[in-house]
């Protein structure tokens, strides 16, 4: 009886999985040739980046140009709450943040100078040019990523604060990128939009 209920169990995780994987809706550089292979460092972590990128283009086509500017509010998100939101970035600012960010991180791997001034880029509140930007921004980071050697992969990074190699620092490029992925999911719902990822 225990071995059929974990049979189950597992039918039915694996189940999800391939459901899963049938929605995947972004272009993955990953070939099943590739999995009786070891795939460079760079090949992976590019990976990981196209991910986000499809993600968050989604999100910022998804947002109408005229709620850029929505941040959200007490009064608007939990009204009678002790939360506060003061301060908090608008679905514009989200998206600045992240192209900045790109290239802070990934300009770091082979020390490139970002191609526009990414005090520029904080300051625009368009939606075009928004977008503009961080399309720019994450081909700027797929081709740092692409100058990574595997030697170098993990070497320490001088600085860097003395504590980050190539790899890690776009690793946390991608993570730091989805922490706000995730903001801007909860912008999009609370203006009745439903992200690409969940559809």
């Known amino acids: 009886m225990r071995f059929a209920r974990y049979t189950l169990a597992a039918a039915l995780a694996l189940s999800s999985l391939t459901g899963f994987a049938q929605q995947r809706d972004y272009k993955d550089t990953y070939k099943p040739a590739d999995a009786e292979k070891a795939m460079a460092p760079a090949a992976a972590l590019d990976v990981m980046l196209s991910q986000l990128e499809v993600q968050v283009m989604r999100a910022a086509e998804a947002m109408p140009a005229n709620k850029y500017n929505f941040a959200p509010t007490t009064a608007e998100f939990a009204s009678g709450s002790p939360a506060k939101y003061d301060g908090v970035r608008t679905f514009a600012q989200q998206l600045t943040h992240i192209a900045g960010a790109n290239y802070f991180f990934y300009g770091k791997l082979g020390n490139a100078k970002p191609p526009i001034d990414p005090k520029a880029i904080a300051a625009m509140t368009g939606k075009g040019d928004i977008i ?40 946390f490029g991608v993570a730091h990128g989805y922490d706000h992925y995730g903001q801007l999911v909860e912008y999009l719902r609370m203006n009745g939009i439903v992200p690409s990822g969940s559809k």
Request: net charge negative; hydrophobic share 50%.
């Open 132 to 171: 503009g930007a961080l399309k720019q921004s994450f081909a700027f980071a797929h081709a740092q990523i692409a100058s990574m050697k595997p030697a170098d992969a993990f070497t320490t990074i001088e600085g860097a604060d003395g504590m980050h190699t190539p790899v890690t620092l776009a690793a």
